[in-house]
């Protein structure tokens, strides 16, 4: 389970990954030794997968995020496990999810223009789609990667 003190180095973590152990326990106020023990038990146990460094898309060329949907008349372990290697292979897909609903798939894509979004689109086809439609992005409202933490 997760106490509180998981929770407030959980939550100090997903904010700014680069803080040294030493840092995160003098916020949390615990010992770098106990800080570091949870850190570890938390990776070991999955709840931390891993840590990266967010970039700004606009700042290395990729100024255009699109959502694609996308609707199949294949419902089956093939067709799945091509489409699966093909959005696994194509550059610039960041996030694809299986649907409940109408969709069948939803997609996140950053590009860096409409030219490459159509290079993007042109890969994707090599997976059989039924139907394919597109949203682009004009404004971020909102963007996190930091999940809400139950108490």
Aim: proline share 3%; aromatic share 6%.
């Amino acid at each position: 389970m997760i106490d509180k003190t998981d929770r407030l180095l959980l939550d100090t973590m997903q904010n700014d990954a680069s803080l040294s152990v030493g840092a995160l326990a003098e916020h949390i106020g615990i010992s770098k030794s106990a800080c570091w023990r949870r850190i570890q038990k938390l990776e070991e146990g999955g709840v931390i997968r891993q840590r990266v460094t967010l970039l700004a898309p606009e700042k290395i060329g990729l100024s255009l995020t699109v959502f694609i949907s996308v609707r199949t008349n294949q419902h089956n372990p093939r067709w799945a496990k091509q489409f699966k290697a093909t959005v696994e292979s194509v550059s610039g897909v960041m996030e694809v999810y299986r649907m409940g609903g109408d969709v069948d798939y939803l997609i996140k894509a950053v590009v860096p223009d409409m030219a490459g979004y159509d290079r993007l689109y042109q890969k994707l086809l090599s997976a059989d789609l039924f139907e394919v439609t597109a949203g682009f992005v004009m404004e971020t409202i909102k963007q996190t990667t930091a999940l809400p933490l139950p108490s």
